[in-house]
Protein backbone atom coordinates (compact mmCIF):
# COMPACT_ATOMS: atom_id res chain seq x y z
CA UNK A 1 0.00 0.00 0.00
CA UNK A 2 1.34 2.95 -0.75
CA UNK A 3 1.58 5.87 2.27
CA UNK A 4 2.21 9.51 2.78
CA UNK A 5 2.27 12.07 5.68
CA UNK A 6 -0.66 14.10 7.02
CA UNK A 7 0.55 16.82 8.88
CA UNK A 8 -2.27 18.50 11.04
CA UNK A 9 -0.67 21.62 13.24
CA UNK A 10 -4.35 22.01 14.94
CA UNK A 11 -3.96 18.81 16.81
CA UNK A 12 -2.66 19.21 20.33
CA UNK A 13 -1.32 15.58 20.56
CA UNK A 14 -0.96 13.70 17.29
CA UNK A 15 0.91 16.46 14.85
CA UNK A 16 1.75 13.73 12.31
CA UNK A 17 -0.11 10.70 10.71
CA UNK A 18 0.89 8.29 8.26
CA UNK A 19 -2.00 7.33 5.92
CA UNK A 20 -1.82 4.50 4.07
CA UNK A 21 -3.83 4.26 0.38
CA UNK A 22 -5.61 1.53 -0.23
CA UNK A 23 -7.09 2.69 -3.39
CA UNK A 24 -4.67 2.98 -5.42
CA UNK A 25 -3.90 1.33 -8.54
CA UNK A 26 -5.84 -1.14 -10.76
CA UNK A 27 -6.77 -3.94 -8.51
CA UNK A 28 -6.59 -1.82 -5.11
CA UNK A 29 -7.13 -3.44 -1.67
CA UNK A 30 -10.17 -1.60 -1.58
CA UNK A 31 -12.40 -2.68 -4.25
CA UNK A 32 -11.89 -5.90 -3.07
CA UNK A 33 -13.09 -6.19 0.21
CA UNK A 34 -15.83 -5.41 2.20
CA UNK A 35 -16.46 -2.29 3.14
CA UNK A 36 -19.24 -2.51 6.22
CA UNK A 37 -22.25 -0.83 7.73
CA UNK A 38 -22.70 1.26 10.81
CA UNK A 39 -24.91 2.71 12.50
CA UNK A 40 -23.21 6.10 13.11
CA UNK A 41 -24.55 9.68 12.78
CA UNK A 42 -22.67 13.00 13.27
CA UNK A 43 -26.35 15.14 13.17
CA UNK A 44 -27.45 12.46 16.50
CA UNK A 45 -24.19 12.74 18.37
CA UNK A 46 -24.04 16.57 17.66
CA UNK A 47 -27.94 16.57 18.83
CA UNK A 48 -27.57 14.47 21.45
CA UNK A 49 -24.40 16.87 22.55
CA UNK A 50 -26.64 19.60 22.94
CA UNK A 51 -29.75 18.72 24.78
CA UNK A 52 -28.66 18.70 27.99
CA UNK A 53 -27.16 21.26 30.81
CA UNK A 54 -23.35 19.69 30.00
CA UNK A 55 -21.83 18.98 27.09
CA UNK A 56 -18.77 16.10 27.14
CA UNK A 57 -16.41 15.06 24.72
CA UNK A 58 -13.32 12.36 24.36
CA UNK A 59 -11.60 10.26 22.05
CA UNK A 60 -10.14 6.88 21.88
CA UNK A 61 -6.42 6.85 21.95
CA UNK A 62 -5.13 5.00 18.50
CA UNK A 63 -8.17 3.67 18.40
CA UNK A 64 -7.70 1.41 14.85
CA UNK A 65 -3.91 0.57 16.19
CA UNK A 66 -5.58 -1.45 19.18
CA UNK A 67 -7.12 -3.86 16.76
CA UNK A 68 -5.04 -6.75 16.07
CA UNK A 69 -5.24 -8.39 12.17
CA UNK A 70 -5.61 -12.06 12.25
CA UNK A 71 -2.18 -13.55 10.94
CA UNK A 72 -3.77 -15.07 7.83
CA UNK A 73 -4.58 -11.45 6.80
CA UNK A 74 -1.71 -9.51 7.42
CA UNK A 75 -0.26 -10.40 3.90
CA UNK A 76 -2.63 -8.34 2.61
CA UNK A 77 -1.63 -5.26 3.62
CA UNK A 78 2.10 -5.06 3.24
CA UNK A 79 4.09 -1.47 2.72
CA UNK A 80 7.56 -0.57 1.14
CA UNK A 81 9.77 1.17 3.71
CA UNK A 82 13.29 3.17 2.18
CA UNK A 83 15.32 3.06 4.82
CA UNK A 84 17.81 5.84 4.80
CA UNK A 85 20.91 3.59 3.40
CA UNK A 86 18.55 3.10 0.41
CA UNK A 87 17.52 -0.65 1.13
CA UNK A 88 14.23 -1.00 0.13
CA UNK A 89 12.36 -3.31 2.95
CA UNK A 90 9.19 -4.64 2.93
CA UNK A 91 6.34 -4.93 5.99
CA UNK A 92 3.21 -5.79 7.44
CA UNK A 93 0.45 -4.30 9.48
CA UNK A 94 -0.26 -6.63 12.80
CA UNK A 95 -2.78 -3.56 13.84
CA UNK A 96 -5.24 -2.25 11.68
CA UNK A 97 -4.24 1.08 9.58
CA UNK A 98 -6.01 3.83 8.61
CA UNK A 99 -6.64 3.62 4.31
CA UNK A 100 -8.75 0.29 4.59
CA UNK A 101 -12.14 1.00 3.52
CA UNK A 102 -13.14 -1.90 5.91
CA UNK A 103 -11.47 -0.43 9.22
CA UNK A 104 -14.06 2.17 10.44
CA UNK A 105 -16.23 -1.01 10.35
CA UNK A 106 -13.65 -3.47 12.23
CA UNK A 107 -13.52 -0.55 14.73
CA UNK A 108 -17.54 -0.22 15.06
CA UNK A 109 -17.91 -3.80 15.41
CA UNK A 110 -15.42 -4.42 18.32
CA UNK A 111 -16.53 -1.39 20.06
CA UNK A 112 -20.40 -2.94 19.81
CA UNK A 113 -18.70 -6.46 20.98
CA UNK A 114 -17.62 -5.16 24.02
CA UNK A 115 -20.85 -2.36 24.85
CA UNK A 116 -22.66 -5.54 24.45
CA UNK A 117 -21.31 -6.99 27.80
CA UNK A 118 -22.18 -3.79 29.77
CA UNK A 119 -25.30 -3.90 28.71
CA UNK A 120 -26.68 -5.19 32.34
CA UNK A 121 -24.45 -4.04 34.21
CA UNK A 122 -24.42 0.15 32.92
CA UNK A 123 -27.51 0.04 30.50
CA UNK A 124 -27.80 4.15 30.34
CA UNK A 125 -24.00 4.62 29.69
CA UNK A 126 -24.38 1.63 26.95
CA UNK A 127 -27.42 3.74 25.22
CA UNK A 128 -25.24 6.48 25.60
CA UNK A 129 -22.06 5.49 23.85
CA UNK A 130 -23.97 3.86 21.35
CA UNK A 131 -25.68 7.32 20.62
CA UNK A 132 -22.81 9.48 21.03
CA UNK A 133 -19.92 7.74 19.19
CA UNK A 134 -18.67 8.71 15.72
CA UNK A 135 -15.58 6.88 14.65
CA UNK A 136 -13.47 7.35 17.76
CA UNK A 137 -14.86 10.82 18.98
CA UNK A 138 -16.97 10.36 22.09
CA UNK A 139 -19.85 12.78 22.65
CA UNK A 140 -22.45 13.22 25.02
CA UNK A 141 -24.23 15.51 27.46
CA UNK A 142 -25.72 15.39 30.91
CA UNK A 143 -27.51 17.02 33.44
CA UNK A 144 -24.84 17.66 36.09
CA UNK A 145 -21.98 17.22 37.15
CA UNK A 146 -22.40 14.00 39.27
CA UNK A 147 -24.21 12.12 35.91
CA UNK A 148 -21.35 13.41 34.43
CA UNK A 149 -18.37 11.97 36.38
CA UNK A 150 -20.74 8.62 36.49
CA UNK A 151 -21.06 8.14 32.86
CA UNK A 152 -17.10 8.97 32.49
CA UNK A 153 -16.07 5.85 35.20
CA UNK A 154 -18.51 3.68 33.28
CA UNK A 155 -17.18 4.90 29.88
CA UNK A 156 -13.55 3.99 31.62
CA UNK A 157 -14.32 0.66 32.54
CA UNK A 158 -15.91 -0.48 29.30
CA UNK A 159 -13.32 0.87 27.07
CA UNK A 160 -10.55 -0.39 29.55
CA UNK A 161 -12.14 -3.96 29.16
CA UNK A 162 -11.39 -3.40 25.84
CA UNK A 163 -7.96 -2.62 25.99
CA UNK A 164 -8.37 0.76 24.28
CA UNK A 165 -7.95 4.23 26.16
CA UNK A 166 -10.21 7.13 26.67
CA UNK A 167 -8.11 10.63 26.65
CA UNK A 168 -8.80 14.32 25.92
CA UNK A 169 -11.62 14.47 28.16
CA UNK A 170 -13.46 18.12 28.00
CA UNK A 171 -16.63 19.17 29.21
CA UNK A 172 -18.11 22.52 29.30
CA UNK A 173 -18.14 22.30 33.31
CA UNK A 174 -15.21 24.97 34.03
CA UNK A 175 -14.80 22.67 37.38
CA UNK A 176 -14.44 19.09 36.33
CA UNK A 177 -11.87 20.74 33.41
CA UNK A 178 -9.82 21.92 36.36
CA UNK A 179 -10.32 18.88 37.40
CA UNK A 180 -9.46 17.08 34.54
CA UNK A 181 -6.30 19.45 33.86
CA UNK A 182 -8.04 20.49 30.71
CA UNK A 183 -6.51 24.21 29.94
CA UNK A 184 -7.44 24.89 26.57
CA UNK A 185 -9.62 27.45 25.62
CA UNK A 186 -11.34 26.30 22.50
CA UNK A 187 -11.90 22.69 21.60
CA UNK A 188 -13.23 20.92 18.38
CA UNK A 189 -16.53 18.75 18.20
CA UNK A 190 -16.77 16.37 15.05
CA UNK A 191 -15.17 19.42 13.18
CA UNK A 192 -17.04 22.50 14.54
CA UNK A 193 -15.26 24.56 16.96
CA UNK A 194 -16.28 24.14 20.74
CA UNK A 195 -15.55 27.95 22.56
CA UNK A 196 -14.99 27.91 26.56
CA UNK A 197 -18.80 29.80 26.38
CA UNK A 198 -20.20 26.49 25.39
CA UNK A 199 -21.09 27.57 21.51
CA UNK A 200 -20.46 25.52 18.57
CA UNK A 201 -18.72 27.77 15.99
CA UNK A 202 -19.16 27.14 12.42
CA UNK A 203 -16.28 28.93 10.74
CA UNK A 204 -16.80 30.41 7.29
CA UNK A 205 -13.60 31.66 5.71
CA UNK A 206 -13.17 35.07 4.25
CA UNK A 207 -13.47 35.43 0.18
CA UNK A 208 -10.40 36.46 -1.62
CA UNK A 209 -11.32 39.46 -3.19
CA UNK A 210 -7.97 38.69 -5.64
CA UNK A 211 -9.49 35.99 -7.44
CA UNK A 212 -12.12 35.73 -10.19
CA UNK A 213 -15.51 34.58 -8.87
CA UNK A 214 -15.63 31.36 -11.49
CA UNK A 215 -17.82 28.67 -10.73
CA UNK A 216 -14.87 26.74 -9.50
CA UNK A 217 -14.13 28.96 -6.65
CA UNK A 218 -18.09 29.01 -5.87
CA UNK A 219 -18.34 25.52 -5.81
CA UNK A 220 -14.81 25.48 -3.73
CA UNK A 221 -16.20 28.04 -1.26
CA UNK A 222 -19.33 26.22 -0.41
CA UNK A 223 -17.38 23.28 0.31
CA UNK A 224 -15.41 25.06 2.35
CA UNK A 225 -18.37 25.81 4.87
CA UNK A 226 -18.55 22.93 7.55
CA UNK A 227 -21.90 22.91 9.01
CA UNK A 228 -23.45 19.69 9.44
CA UNK A 229 -26.63 20.95 11.48
CA UNK A 230 -27.18 23.27 9.11
CA UNK A 231 -26.75 26.07 11.82
CA UNK A 232 -25.93 28.95 9.38
CA UNK A 233 -28.09 27.60 6.28
CA UNK A 234 -30.17 30.59 5.95
CA UNK A 235 -26.80 32.73 5.50
CA UNK A 236 -25.51 30.38 2.44
CA UNK A 237 -28.65 30.72 0.49
CA UNK A 238 -27.12 33.26 -1.89
CA UNK A 239 -24.58 31.50 -2.78
CA UNK A 240 -26.34 28.03 -3.64
CA UNK A 241 -28.47 30.14 -5.71
CA UNK A 242 -25.38 31.66 -7.44
CA UNK A 243 -24.06 28.22 -8.11
CA UNK A 244 -27.60 26.91 -9.35
CA UNK A 245 -27.59 29.30 -11.63
CA UNK A 246 -23.96 28.79 -13.24
CA UNK A 247 -24.85 25.40 -13.20
CA UNK A 248 -27.85 26.07 -15.11
CA UNK A 249 -26.09 28.14 -17.63
CA UNK A 250 -23.78 25.51 -18.25
CA UNK A 251 -20.97 27.43 -18.00
CA UNK A 252 -17.26 26.13 -17.74
CA UNK A 253 -15.38 25.35 -14.51
CA UNK A 254 -13.22 28.79 -15.14
CA UNK A 255 -15.57 30.87 -16.46
Not at 161 to 182: F, I
Request: aromatic share 10%.
Amino acid sequence: MPHFVIKRDDKNTTKYRMVFNASHGKQPLNRAIFKGVTSWSIIRSLINFRIKAIGVISDIQSAFHNIEIQHEHRDFVKFLWLEPNGRLICYRFNRLPFGLSSSPFILYAVIIHHLQKFEVKFPITVHMVRQGLYVDDLIFSANDTIEVETIRNQCLAIFDDASMKLRKWRTSNADLNNQWNDQLAEAKVLGMEWTKNDDLRVSIPDWDENLAVTKRQLVSYMASIYDPCGLVLASTLRLKLAIHDVWTEGLDWDD
